[in-house]
């Protein structure tokens, strides 16, 4: 092969590669103009629907096992989010819950589906239990807190979509978090602590108007409020979930 011939492929080959490196730069543009990039602090996130599997192994996860059933080692869920409302469903399980909020108040219904029945935990009620996360949490599915606690990555595009990874070890756990920040929820949650691992990934992400399958209807469930449990500690349903809650019932 003579040097002119060489000559001509090697700049063949450079402007080749030059011109992939120039469509990739305006593919991230596009990319950068058309996705809007989210807020993980916002009050507007998107209203979305999701669909996730979580995996559990190791000593956490078998004593947990025990003390609280029903369990899977592996259960694909479904999430529904708007501005008012949050809605969690675990079909294999039978179980969802629900989220409302009216102003400065919150509301939170254990869902029973296969019994038709649900607990209603008051705002007065998540107080006493020292159970009531910020809507930002459900919200994201996260803890903004931890987020901050980790080392955040530079934004990214994944098959399309803007992502962003928080990794690092806190009280003895490690994370890794990968966010899709177009919608505001994780497309991955890895933790670490000990023997016992979960890992917790995105399936599928719809905007909520468009999402292939909708929350259990609840309209004719049998709802029970919290503060009365004491007064039903007979009701097969009670025991059972006051049991699966982690509590004898007779307390």
């Known amino acids: 092969m003579s040097k002119i011939t060489i000559q001509i492929l090697i700049k063949l080959t ?25 807020d993980l602090s916002s009050a507007n996130l998107p209203n979305v629907a999701a669909e996730f599997t979580t995996t559990r192994e190791g000593e956490e996860h078998e004593q947990e096992h025990e003390e609280h059933k029903p369990h899977a080692d ?13 809605t969690i469903e675990r079909p294999q399980l039978g179980m969802g819950e629900l989220w409302q909020r009216d102003g400065q108040s919150t509301i939170h ?9 649900a607990i209603e935990f008051q705002d007065d009620d998540l ?3 020292d159970t009531t996360p910020s809507w930002q949490k459900l919200a994201l599915l996260l803890d903004q807190k931890l987020l901050a606690q980790l080392t955040a990555g530079d ?3 994944s098959d399309g979509y ?21 919608i505001g929820l994780p497309m991955l949650i890895e933790r670490q602590h000990g023997d016992f691992s979960e890992r917790t990934e995105l399936l599928n992400a719809y905007a909520l108007s468009l999402a292939p399958w909708r929350p259990t209807p609840t309209n004719g469930y049998d709802v029970i ?7 039903k500690e007979y009701d097969p349903f009670v025991i059972k979930v006051q049991a699966q809650m982690g509590h004898d019932h007779h307390h």
């Not at 030059?18 to 305006?26: D, E, H, Q």
């Not at 409020?225 to 007064?231: C, I, Q, R, S, W």
């Open 14 to 38: 450079a402007l080749t590669v030059l011109t992939m490196l120039a469509a990739c730069s305006n593919t991230a543009v596009k990319q950068a103009e058309a996705t809007k990039i989210i």
């Open 225 to 231: 409020d919290f503060a009365d449990l004491g007064d």
């Open 109 to 117: 219904r254990k869902l029973y589906h296969a019994d038709q029945r």
């Open 127 to 129: 107080k006493m239990l």
């Open 155 to 157: 934004l990214e595009w």
């Open 74 to 86: 592996k259960v694909t869920w479904r999430f529904w989010r708007d501005s008012q409302q949050i």
């Open 162 to 182: 803007p992502i962003r990874e928080y990794q690092g070890q806190v009280a003895e756990t490690e994370w890794n978090i990968v966010m899709r920040m177009d």
